[in-house]
């Protein structure tokens, strides 16, 4: 059975960093995209980032929303099974809970396109 699992999550000041992890279990990931969502009160869950196989060794191609490029950076380690987030010049407007997600074989920035999630993780920012 299929198992995302993230941590990481806590309670930072603006300008602050914090790194999320996304562990997987139940089957190797390392061709899967591994992606980031997040979900603000009364908002839709929206796309965050994503880190897709390019299906050359081990070459994996990242995306990000405009709203977080420049200061977040997503990345994986396949031998851990583990997805992660560095998210860094954290703003008020990053308060959410994030999720990650998995699906194949390229990333999607629709959260209906995936095929298994994480309970995820809250991320609040105070100033």
């Known amino acids: 059975q299929v198992h995302l699992v993230e941590s990481g999550g806590g309670l930072v000041q603006t300008g602050g960093s914090l790194r999320l992890s996304c562990a997987a279990s139940?089957?190797?990931?390392?061709?899967?995209?591994m992606s980031w969502f997040r979900q603000a009160p009364g908002k839709e869950r929206e796309f965050v980032a994503a880190?897709?196989?390019?299906?050359?060794?081990?070459?994996?191609?990242?995306n990000y929303a405009d709203s977080v490029k420049g200061r977040f950076t997503i990345s994986r380690d396949n031998a851990e099974n583990t997805a992660y987030l560095q998210m860094n010049s954290l703003k008020l407007e990053d308060t959410a809970v994030y999720y990650c997600?998995?699906?194949?074989?390229?990333?999607?920035?629709?959260?209906?396109?995936?095929?298994?999630w994480g309970q995820g993780t809250q991320v609040t920012v105070s100033s």
């Open positions: 997600a998995a699906r194949q074989p390229v990333y999607s920035q629709l959260a209906s396109d995936y095929d298994y």
């Open positions: 880190l897709s196989w390019s299906g050359i060794s081990t070459y994996y191609t990242a």
């Open positions: 139940g089957r190797t990931f390392s061709t899967d995209a």
